[in-house]
């Protein structure tokens, strides 16, 4: 809780009046704001106005915005205090937040008054906005969520703090060289960022390694953890602004600095190196997104990374603890786990609890279990976290320590309702003993949290019954469903101004804050006027991206196309290649004149999407697409008719601009791996028809628009596992299908490789010998579905009309109601009056 930033309080505990008093912030005038804008670049940037350049004005210009919200800021964070109020603590290591500037404009209502103080300043706000560097803090879906989340808490007045890491480079740079990924370094903070407080002040230590040891305490036998080396955990405050309401809540990330960072007397000896080594180890833990993992360095990596930003964050709450009293903690935080990656808070809080604080463990384990939830993000088993004994135990020894015994009560607990069934016993245990020694997270956060949640309808029912199912029997009202949402104000508002100000032309305002509310759309859609004006805002996105892509990367889109897109991390299971067998299949069909060229609706295709630097597969995958695009590109036998566009280091940025314009989107993983998905939301909000199979969100987005407005193929998630049962052998499926066999074929003859077979054979033997995503199963359905959207996007009258009505029943998916539901389900939190 950041109540730290507020004046401290007398050591007698009274509170300093000068710290509840309202703060004021600048005059809200256009005037005001040229005078704090000029004052920021005159005494921050130590710079005249006619002698800046244009990253002297964004600077100030940002510092500015920053200025209106600091009052806003220190005025929340001194009615929390006053209030009490519980906070929600998002534990994360991912926010993928987006540019920060156009946002705090809007939340501010600071918009016209700052276009208008530019402008009065001779100063374009384009160029402005342009010069910001998105924060690199996230990656994909999980960040994004996250990021979602604390600005619908902030919206909605609810105490939150957003736990994470302050990543210097954050996960890499895409680029590609000759088609293939190249990671580059993303260094985001080479200029500093104006959005963010460092309070070195309020750095917390981080201890690893070591050993433990038992001692006596006046006659009661404890145990304490003595580490071998430690870090400092430096808390940067970021601003989190609700929507016109003026609230303000808090992002902290946590960077690592070494406890001794410089040696001066090895120095002087001449050894330069070593006397800043310390100093590199220990930065090393907040430098870069999930580091590469595939050596057990990068493992040891990894962990120390999730302990430090938890055993940071945990430290912040406690010592703000009213008399130091934790048996109040349960009424003051709760702490969300965001997937497995912060679990190891669990034992850090028992840790605290009974070694630091000398409670009773019994005490202890009561309060954990009130202070935690679990949102599970996947059902990929290799995507649930374990951890080896050995590592936990040679990094967190007393951490292991408190696990076993965490599992070995809750083993008691299982055996005195089944007996001794070993069976379940060694299924249910948090300690794995094959194939090594290795702790559980998922059951561990299981066992420990109030509630464990899914983030879809379909997730939540195969987290219960395929993922956790002896868990979800055994705690039958622990097992929840909270669907994932997005941000209306950043996806709608931000992202696509001109379906803004269509829907509050229609419906007037109010709606960003109750997304339901686009329901009132639903007539509009009859509307012939209404309907030109929706194309005519679709158009107008799709010259915009254009615009954008021109500038970006050298890339066109072609008048009149259908605009299909595909973006989401590179995983096999989301199926990038099934897209791209579609494309080979359209690309053959024309070439080898099976197909006239004016029978094939025009489209581009567009993918975006980073490959995680180990996974080998995924990396051959982008390589494909590339080398797939460049000849499909070049040849004039489909030029006007097909295009292929895989614009490089994909984010929120890019996405603001791709999603609005997008036609089709692409949400075609295999039925019953995907947990979620929010960019399958953040299209048809944005008015894109969907192209999906029965999974994750997707089955609650076709109930909602109806089947008549999404195009479902492929096999559903029984038939999946039925296929699984029989024997799935997807070489049958290439004999049996010519289609499928020419695409194959066609990549396996060196087509896409400048003739040399051998570069995309380990693409092809995969989905021949093993595909166990099942692109080859459901390669007919997809076609025959995509069949029916080139038929629906000939009739432009009925494809606006279904657009339209996708827009207006997808208000559900706001990460509004997302919030009320954990605060109702879990969390118990009320906003802040």
């Known amino acids: 809780m950041p109540e730290n930033d507020i004046t401290p309080a007398p050591a007698t505990g009274a509170t300093h009046p000068l710290a509840l008093a309202p703060v004021a912030g600048p005059a809200s005038s256009v005037d005001g704001f040229v005078r704090q804008f000029l004052r920021n670049l005159n005494y921050e940037r130590g710079v005249t106005l006619s002698a800046s350049n244009v990253a002297d004005r964004y600077f100030a210009f940002a510092m500015t915005v920053r200025d209106y919200l600091m009052a806003r800021w220190l005025e929340d964070l001194r009615r929390q205090l006053a209030s009490k109020a519980k906070v929600v603590c998002y534990l994360s290591a991912e926010y993928l937040l987006g540019r920060q500037l156009d946002n705090n404009l809007l939340a501010s209502g600071l918009t016209d008054i700052a276009t208008e103080a530019m402008a009065a300043c001779g100063i374009d706000i384009y160029e402005l906005r342009e010069q910001e560097v998105e924060p690199g803090l996230g990656n994909g879906g999980l960040g994004r969520l996250a990021a979602c989340f604390i600005d619908s808490l902030a919206t909605m007045g609810v105490a939150n703090v957003g736990y994470g890491i302050r990543y210097e480079y954050g996960i890499f740079r895409q680029t590609f060289e000759d088609g293939q990924q190249v990671e580059q370094p993303d260094s985001w903070l080479t200029m500093g960022s104006p959005w963010e407080f460092p309070h070195p002040e309020f750095a917390q230590d981080v201890r690893f390694g070591g050993h433990t040891e038992t001692y006596d305490d006046d006659g009661v036998t404890r145990s304490r953890w003595i580490p071998a080396w430690g870090v400092k955990a430096v808390p940067y405050n970021y601003m989190v602004p609700g929507y016109l309401n003026g609230r303000v809540n808090t992002l902290r990330l946590w960077r690592a600095k070494a406890t001794n960072a410089f040696d001066l007397r090895i120095f002087n000896s001449g050894d330069f190196e070593e006397a800043v080594r310390s100093q590199t180890y220990a930065e090393n833990i907040s430098q870069v997104l999930y580091p590469e993992d595939s050596t057990p360095q990068g493992k040891e990596l990894r962990l120390q990374q999730q302990y430090f930003f938890v055993a ?270 579609h494309i080979v299949t359209l690309y053959e069909g024309i070439t080898s004149g099976r197909v006239a060229a004016a029978d094939v609706t025009p489209r581009t295709f567009v993918f975006g999407a980073k490959a995680a630097p180990g996974y080998v597969m995924a990396k051959r995958i982008i390589h494909l697409i590339n080398a797939v695009g460049k000849v499909v590109n070049a040849d004039p036998r489909v030029e006007g008719r097909l295009g292929v566009l895989f ?48 999974d994750g969100a997707n089955v609650e987005i076709r109930e909602l628009v109806g089947d008549d407005h999404f195009f479902l193929f492929g096999q559903s998630e029984p038939e999946v596992e039925a296929l699984w049962a029989r024997g799935y052998r997807p070489a049958d499926f290439y004999q049996a299908d010519d289609s499928l066999r020419r695409a194959i074929d066609l990549i396996a003859s060196g087509a896409f490789s400048g003739g040399d077979a051998s570069v995309f054979e380990p693409i092809v033997s995969n989905l021949l010998y093993d595909d166990r995503f099942m692109v080859l199963a459901d390669y007919s359905s997809y076609l025959q579905a995509q069949e029916r959207v080139d038929a629906a996007y000939a009739d432009t009258e009925s494809w606006t009309r279904s657009a339209i009505l996708n827009v207006a029943r997808t208000g559900y998916f706001s990460s509004d109601r997302s919030m009320r539901d954990y605060l109702d389900r879990i969390w118990r939190a009320e906003p802040v009056r």
């Open 647 to 694: 614009p490089p280091n994909y984010n929120v940025t890019l996405a603001e601009r791709l999603i609005p314009a997008a036609d089709l989107s692409e949400q075609i993983s295999l039925a019953g791996k995907e947990a979620s998905g929010t960019g399958n939301m953040k299209f048809a909000l944005n008015g894109a028809l969907t192209i999906g199979t029965d």
């Open 312 to 581: 940071a964050s945990i430290a912040d709450v406690v010592r703000l603890l009213p008399n130091g009293d934790p048996s109040t903690l349960p009424d003051r935080v709760i702490f969300q786990l965001n997937d497995t990656h912060p679990v190891i808070a669990v034992p850090e809080l028992m840790r605290v609890l009974v070694d630091d604080m000398h409670l009773e463990w019994d005490a202890a384990w009561e309060i954990t279990q009130k202070c935690f939830a679990y949102t599970c993000h996947t059902l990929l088993p290799e995507a649930l976290e374990v951890w080896s004994v050995e590592l936990l135990g040679r990094l967190l020894p007393r951490h292991l320590e408190i696990i076993y015994r965490i599992n070995e009560e809750f083993l008691d607990r299982v055996r005195e309702r089944y007996g001794d069934d070993l069976m379940r016993l060694r299924d249910m245990s948090i300690i794995a003993e094959f194939p090594e020694r290795s702790v559980r997270m998922a059951y561990l956060a299981t066992i420990a949290g109030a509630k464990v949640n899914g983030v879809a309808e379909l997730h939540s029912q195969l987290l219960r019954d395929k993922v956790l199912p002896q868990f979800s029997e055994f705690f039958p009202d622990k097992f929840i469903n909270v669907t994932n949402g997005i941000t209306p104000r950043r996806f709608i508002k931000l992202a696509n101004p001109g379906l803004s100000d269509l829907i509050t032309e229609a419906i007037g305002t109010g709606w960003l804050t109750d997304l339901e509310r686009l329901r009132e759309l639903e007539s509009y859609a009859e509307n012939p006027d209404f309907r030109t004006a929706f194309a005519e805002v679709k158009a107008a996105n799709k010259r915009h991206l254009n615009d954008v892509l021109r500038a970006r990367d050298g890339f066109e889109i072609a008048d009149g196309h259908m605009v299909d897109v595909m973006v989401k991390r590179l995983h096999e299971y989301k199926r990038q290649m099934l897209k791209l067998l």
